[in-house]
């Protein structure tokens, strides 16, 4: 899985905390709020990474795809 630096993770945590207040109406402290963002991270991180993954796999094969088109267009035609 990857790995997310510390300083992402401290707003990632004080995101978890804005959000429990303001829509819970509850104080979470660090504590709890990094434990909740572990929980998610081993949890359903691999979801959303997978899925990025074939996002892009879809991306790259579209490109490739375009670009075969692009260089069959300058293929000259010969006579046997």
């Not at 990025?52 to 267009?73: C, F, Q």
């Amino acid at each position: 899985m990857m790995e997310i630096t510390k300083e992402s993770k401290d707003v990632i945590i004080k995101n978890i905390q804005d959000y429990f207040k303001e829509n819970l109406d509850q104080d979470i402290g660090n504590f709890d709020a990094l434990f909740l963002f572990e929980f998610f991270h081993d949890q359903i991180g691999g979801y959303f990474y997978n899925q990025a993954l074939a996002d892009v796999h879809t991306m790259i094969s579209d490109k490739v795809e375009s670009m075969t088109e692009g260089l069959n267009e300058l293929i000259k035609p010969t006579f046997e």
